[in-house]
C-alpha cells in the first residue's frame, strides 16, 4: 500500500502542475476547475493509502524480493450475488432522465431507489445470507 500511496502523491503533484499550466495558458475555467479537482481527488486517495500503510502490515507488494505466490490467500470477504445494485441503477437511471424529460419521473424513480438502497445495506439482515 505504501506503493501505491507514493504514486497518487508523485500523481497529484503532476497534474497540480499541469492544472496551473492550463490554466495559465488556456484561462479557461472549466478544464481548470477539473483538473483542480483532480488533483484534489489524487491527495485524498494518496492520502489514505499512505495513512493506512502505517496501521497495516507490510504486504507483499511492499517487499521488492517477493514472490508471486506470496501475495495469494484470501484478500477479505466479498457479498455474493445480489439484484439491489439492479434496482439502484435502475432508479438512479430514471432520476436522470427526470432531469431531461420532467420531474414527474421522479415520482417512480425515487421508490426503486429507496428500495435498491434499503435491500443493499439490510442485505445481510435477512434471507440465505443472514448471520444467526
Known amino acids: 500500500m505504501k506503493i501505491q500511496g507514493r504514486m497518487f ?3 497529484s503533484v503532476f497534474i497540480l502542475a499541469m492544472a496551473v499550466v492550463y490554466g ?7 478544464g481548470t476547475t477539473a483538473l483542480f479537482l483532480a488533483f484534489g481527488l489524487c ?6 493509502l499512505a495513512f493506512t500503510a502505517r496501521r497495516v502490515d507490510a504486504g507483499a507488494q511492499d517487499n521488492k524480493n517477493a514472490d508471486v505466490a506470496d501475495d495469494a490467500g484470501e484478500l477479505g470477504f466479498f457479498a455474493p450475488h445480489s439484484w439491489q445494485p439492479l434496482s439502484l441503477a435502475i432508479g438512479g437511471a430514471f ?6 424529460v420532467g420531474w414527474w ?10 428500495i435498491g438502497l434499503f435491500g443493499w445495506v439490510f442485505e445481510f439482515y435477512r434471507g ?4 444467526q
Not at 495559465?24 to 472549466?30: F, H, L, Q, R, T
Not at 491527495?43 to 489514505?48: A, I, L, P, T
Request: hydrophobic share 65%; glycine share 2%.
Open 105 to 114: 419521473l421522479m415520482f417512480f424513480s425515487a421508490p426503486l431507489i429507496m
Open 95 to 100: 432520476a436522470f432522465l427526470a432531469i431531461a
Open 9 to 11: 502523491i508523485w500523481l
Open 43 to 48: 491527495v485524498m486517495v494518496g492520502y489514505y
Open 128 to 131: 440465505e445470507n443472514q448471520n
Open 24 to 30: 495559465v495558458w488556456s484561462k479557461e475555467p472549466a
